[in-house]
Nanobody, 130 residues
Framework: QVQVVESGGGSVQAGGSLRLSCAVSGAAYNSNYYMGWFRQAPGKQREGIATISTGFGCTYYADSVKGQFTISRDNAKNTLYLQMNSLKSEDTAMYYC??????????????????????WGQGTQVTVSS
């Protein structure tokens, strides 16, 4: 079993920055897992933001956050990060971290397929005020 716990959310003014963290634990977890960030705003579907795979050497960002957000991972600490800069009100959402181990798939396809991820955190709220 794998446990996923997000942290780092909060309230920030437009133009500000936040860094989300996602701590992963469990005997089954290893650095080859796909790790992804998703978000869901009230009344909207869950949106894939970014996915990273160390094992397959890929990273992908959704167009909505490309150049604004950066996904990274520290495998020694079993932690995933999402650096969010130049935040806008439309970035307000609950942000989720997710993990899965599987055979090769492009990080792009993983980002657009929340159902492909097996382990999910409870989410951390990000609120951007204008």
């Amino acid at each position: 079993q794998v446990q996923v716990v997000e942290s780092g959310g909060g309230s920030v003014q437009a133009g500000g920055s936040l860094r989300l963290s996602c701590a992963v634990s469990g005997a089954a977890y290893n650095s080859n897992y796909y790790m992804g960030w998703f978000r869901q705003a009230p009344g909207k579907q869950r949106e894939g933001i970014a996915t990273i795979s160390t094992g397959f050497g890929c990273t992908y960002y959704a167009d909505s956050v490309k150049g604004q957000f950066t996904i990274s991972r520290d495998n020694a600490k079993n932690t995933l990060y999402l650096q969010m800069n130049s935040l806008k009100s439309e970035d307000t959402a609950m942000y989720y971290c997710a993990a899965v181990t599987r055979s090769f798939a492009s990080c792009q396809s993983m980002t657009t397929s929340p159902a492909a991820f097996r382990y999910w955190g409870q989410g951390t709220q990000v609120t951007v005020s204008s």
